[in-house]
């Protein structure tokens, strides 16, 4: 199996900044796409930012020229770099990696358990 663990989330102050980390683990052959969503209370979970391996980048046209996405594919992990954060960035920060395991032919997408972010005004 596959675990992705997070961590970074937190409080913090309108037009501050936080960082999100999360790590990839397991029987992993390859981790293609990488990235997180975002789920806000009594909304749908949505894409806010996605790195592919070769480093192309795909944002939410909300966070674009605010947040900067990473990775690191010898560790395989991603990070989020969240800069001018507003109050409608609060929400439950969710990482995600398309994951070829070690043995398998097909590639699925794994989730982390998700950080609390909120942001106060």
């Known amino acids: 199996q596959v675990q992705l663990v997070e961590s970074g989330g937190g409080l913090v102050q309108g037009g501050g900044s936080l960082r999100l980390s999360c790590a990839a683990s397991?029987?992993?052959?390859?981790?293609?796409?990488m990235g997180w969503y975002r789920q806000a209370p009594g909304k749908q979970r949505e894409m806010v930012a996605l790195i592919t391996r070769t480093g192309s980048t795909n944002y939410a046209d909300s966070v674009k020229d605010r947040f900067t996405v990473s990775r690191d594919n010898d560790k395989n992990t991603v990070s989020l770099q969240m800069n001018s954060l507003k109050p409608e960035d609060t929400a439950v920060y969710y990482c995600n990696a398309n994951v070829h395991m070690t043995g398998t032919m097909v590639p699925r997408d794994y989730w982390g358990q998700g950080t609390q972010v909120t942001v106060s005004s």
């Open positions: 397991g029987r992993i052959f390859t981790v293609n796409s």
